[in-house]
Nanobody, 123 residues
Framework: QVQLVESGGGSVQAGGSLTLSCAASGITGSSYCLGWYRQAPGKAREGVAAITTGTGTTYYADSVKGRFTFSQDAAKNTLYLQMNSLKPEDTAMYYC????????????????WGQGTQVTVSS
C-alpha cells in the first residue's frame, strides 16, 4: 500500500521560500509518476510538478517554472518541492500524489494521494 505524507508547509511573505517534503512508502516497481498538485479555495486543482522515478524527468506548470524545483532522494524515499520567489497566488493546499508508470506532463490519473500541507503567501 502506497502512503504519502507531506510536510513543510507554512506561512511566508511574498518573495520568500519554502521546501515541501513528501515521505513515500510502499512504492515498488521500476517506475512511478510522482507529482505535486495544489488547490486554493474556490479554485480548480492545479498540477504543479511531476517527476518520473528512475529517469528523473520532470515537468512543471508554466505558473511555477523557474521558481519551483522538484527533486527526489531515492535513498530516503522522499520527494522535495523547493519553492522560491513565492507569490500570493501560490497560496494553496499542496498535495503529493503517485501513480505507477511514467509522467507525460504535470497531469496524471494519480491513484495515491497524501493529506496535503498548507502554504500561505502574504503580500
Amino acid at each position: 500500500q502506497v502512503q504519502l505524507v507531506e510536510s513543510g508547509g507554512g506561512s511566508v511573505q511574498a518573495g520568500g521560500s519554502l521546501t515541501l517534503s513528501c515521505a513515500a512508502s510502499g512504492i515498488t516497481g521500476s517506475s512511478y509518476c510522482l507529482g505535486w498538485y495544489r488547490q486554493a479555495p474556490g479554485k480548480a486543482r492545479e498540477g504543479v510538478a511531476a517527476i518520473t522515478t528512475g529517469t528523473g524527468t520532470t515537468y512543471y506548470a508554466d505558473s511555477v517554472k523557474g521558481r519551483f524545483t522538484f527533486s527526489q532522494d531515492a535513498a530516503k524515499n522522499t520527494l522535495y518541492l523547493q519553492m522560491n520567489s513565492l507569490k500570493p497566488e501560490d497560496t494553496a493546499m499542496y498535495y503529493c500524489a503517485a501513480e505507477p508508470g511514467w509522467c507525460r506532463s504535470v497531469l496524471a490519473p494519480y491513484r495515491y494521494w497524501g493529506q496535503g500541507t498548507q502554504v500561505t503567501v502574504s503580500s
